[in-house]
């Protein structure tokens, strides 16, 4: 079968290679993909931007796509699932409605509050005055949160009030992130380990992957504005037989029950990003996606095939999951500036890689050959044993990619407690 992922990120690449791998695949469009895609077997760059539904629609017959993966939020929470339900096509992913446990930060929390799910306390604000009055009587840290899509920019946690009152000038009455800041959540601080939770979900149930961690500050040693992700392990090394079966009660099992009790009938992958403390989580956020960068890691790290998985998801068989043991690591190489302001055309080389493997994210392939067109440019990864031979391996290779003031974290692998 022909198959349609929609996104051009770093977990597109790796999700569009996992699938590529299947005897049933036949090959695998991106919509529109990146500079490694172009070159990945059985796999096809278009022009076609990710919420083009039109052209996308318009393909899927052109091509005869029998499976449309969605990467990145934006499309789903537009709408994607629903602008395609006219069509035979199946697509892995949830309807606008179950997006917005990713979509509306302040529609998610209230959805915890009333399914008693655990998670921060928090309040809502509309206008900038009744924020500040709430931060001259709040404890620090606090964390604040813009409601909407911000490609994860979109939180705060602020040290002290004068920081907070800065954030919520420029988001609120400068309109940093438009729209998506006029609503604003703050929320408890919450100490622990975090924890990248994520699977595939049905009405039914929930098939967890392997945990991961992701590393989202810019700096070592977590420091510094966050970012969308500099790198992951997978598994947690603190995942247990407990936590597992209290994030499942406490978490899963309600949030399924939830989306049910509200008609939405939801397909795809979910992603609990958790704080873990003696061994309970509670929810940071729903993603109603996969992460980035920890899809990299997770489709290296996967067995079985994907393909199958996801069908057998969408037409409610039994879903069969394998893994491999061992270890992965994944560190991005980001452009110089990232998450600010950043160059991009800049020429890129790479040099022997061995056992690495390197997804690309922001790169696009000219008649100049490869450049850098985001922020978040590479991850790469690697394989083992161990964690140990993950980090080892990978910073050896690490500098075989390079651009122009490529920047990279290299301290993943190590653990971090808030
Ligand atoms: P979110 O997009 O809501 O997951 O927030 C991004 C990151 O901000 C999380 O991965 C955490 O590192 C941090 N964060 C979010 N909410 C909290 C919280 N209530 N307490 C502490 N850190 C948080
Ligand atoms: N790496 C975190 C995310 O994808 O949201």
Redesign the pocket.
């Known amino acids: 079968m022909n198959i349609l992922v929609v996104g051009q990120g770093g ?1 597109e690449h790796a999700l569009a290679w996992k699938l590529a791998q299947s005897e049933k695949c036949e090959t695998v469009f991106l919509a529109p993909g990146n500079g490694g895609t172009k070159f990945e077997d059985k796999c096809e760059n278009t022009n076609i931007e990710a919420t083009d539904f039109v052209a996308i629609k318009k393909f899927i017959v052109e091509k005869e796509i029998g499976l449309v993966v969605v990467g990145p939020e934006d499309p789903l929470v537009k709408g994607i699932k629903d602008y395609l339900s006219a069509t035979d096509v199946l697509v892995f992913g949830p309807d606008s409605a179950g997006a917005q446990l990713e979509g509306s930060k302040i529609y998610s929390k209230q959805f915890m509050f009333d399914c008693n799910i655990p998670t921060g306390e928090a309040h809502f604000f509309n206008t900038e005055e009744g924020a500040i009055k709430h931060l001259n009587s709040s404890n620090y840290p606090i964390v604040l949160k813009a409601d909407g899509l911000a490609a ?1 920019k979109g939180v705060l946690v602020a040290q002290t009030k004068e920081e907070a009152i800065v954030w919520v000038n420029e988001v609120m009455a400068n309109s940093k992130f438009g729209e998506a800041g006029q609503n604003i959540l703050i929320e408890e601080c919450l100490y622990g380990t975090e924890l ?1 939770f994520m699977g595939i979900m049905t009405p039914k149930e929930f098939i967890p992957f392997e945990t991961s961690v ?1 590393y ?1 500050p810019l700096l070592n040693g977590n420091k510094g504005p966050n970012t ?2 500099m790198g ?1 392990i997978a598994p947690s090394p603190f995942m247990n037989d407990e936590l597992r079966e209290n994030i499942f009660k406490t978490v899963v099992e309600p949030t399924i029950k939830g989306l049910n009790d509200r008609g939405i009938s939801y397909y795809g992958f979910m ?1 609990f ?1 958790l704080m873990v403390k003696d061994n309970v989580p509670k929810v940071l ?1 729903y ?1 109603c ?6 899809t990299q890691c997770l489709m290296m790290k996967i067995e079985s095939d994907l393909v199958t998985a996801l069908l057998d998801a969408l037409q409610n068989k039994k879903i069969n999951i394998s893994w491999r043991s061992g270890s992965i690591m994944g560190v991005v190489l980001a452009s110089g500036g990232y998450p600010e302001n950043y160059k991009k055309g800049v020429p890129i080389k790479i040099g022997e890689l061995n056992e690495c493997k390197l997804f690309h994210a922001g790169t696009v392939f000219t008649e100049e050959g490869l450049v850098t067109s985001g922020g978040r440019v590479f991850s790469i990864n690697h394989y083992a044993n161990s964690l140990q031979e993950c980090k080892h391996y990978l910073y050896k290779h690490i500098d075989s990619v390079n651009f122009m003031d490529c920047t990279y974290r290299d301290d993943i692998g190590e653990i971090y407690e808030s």
Do not use: I, M
Request: aromatic share 6%.
């Open positions: 977990r994860g990248s992701d989202k969308g992700g992951c992603y990003g956020e993603n996606r996969l992460g980035d960068p920890e």
